[in-house]
């Protein structure tokens, strides 16, 4: 038997809903993708499976969260793609009770995955427009126990105190004095040094750990294609 619609009414229109299913297996896929390329870190699978990446992104990039590559932020900055940000990440080796300095907070998406994975994260920004969105977020994510702050993070202030964790998203000619100067004992900074000259020299993501007894003792990670450091607050973004 059929049945007619009463005199007047019309089909309501289909209502269109999230198509969860593909975002969950687009995330799947990510994270396939991410052990395939050596994370194995299980809290940073984990970080990086909790928190949204989309919600990090100017919103016409938002169609290219699932993919494994770099997305401009503003500001002429980009956001790492994923595998190097876990890398990053299981590079720092954090702690539940860790305090962490984070240089170069960007988007604030590493901020927030550190937050997972540490006890307290004070991020840096140089571009205070960066810095304001990225604080935005962490507060729309309800983030509780991470702080963004419009700054330069290679020269912190002394009030800030010492950090278990440091780690800075750019490329530095050298391990930074001042940074090392702020590792508490066992502590870690994880950078990208810079070899050669000119835009097209090469980079090596390095940990560098500060021993009880050893002093500091060095580690290559893996390559790195980071922007280079900038000194200083921007005066004009």
């Known amino acids: ?7 007047g009414m019309v089909d309501a229109p289909a209502v269109e809903t999230p198509d969860v299913s593909s975002a969950a297996e687009a995330k799947a896929s990510l994270l ?5 390329r050596g994370i194995r870190d299980i809290g940073v699978l984990r970080a990086m499976e909790a928190v949204p990446r989309a919600n990090f992104v100017l919103e016409r990039h938002a169609g290219l969260v699932p993919r494994d590559i770099a997305l401009p932020i503003g500001c002429g900055q980009t956001m790492s793609e ?15 009770d860790a305090r962490v300095l984070e240089v170069g907070s960007g988007s604030g998406y590493a901020t927030a995955l550190l937050a997972r994975l540490s006890g307290e994260v004070i991020g840096t920004e140089r571009f205070q427009t960066l810095a304001m969105q990225a604080e935005s977020r962490l507060l729309s994510l309800d983030v509780a126990n991470a702080a963004i702050l419009w700054a330069d993070g290679l020269a912190p202030d002394q ?3 010492l950090f278990d964790r440091i780690v800075v998203h750019a490329a530095l ?8 100067q702020r590792l508490a004992p066992a502590g870690i900074l994880v950078y990208a040094e810079k070899s050669g000259s000119g835009g097209g020299s090469a980079q090596t993501l390095m940990r560098v750990t500060r021993a009880i007894e050893a002093g500091l003792i060095e580690e290559v990670i893996g390559p790195s294609r980071l922007q280079s450091a900038l000194s200083g607050r921007s005066a004009l973004l």
């Open 32 to 36: 396939l993708r991410l052990r395939a």
């Open 82 to 96: 994923p595998s190097f940000v876990g890398l990053v990440l299981e590079a720092l080796r954090c702690r539940e």
């Open 173 to 180: 000619d050298a391990a930074p004095t001042g940074l090392l």
């Open 1 to 7: 038997m059929t049945w007619a619609l009463p005199p």
């Open 159 to 161: 009030d800030l105190g």
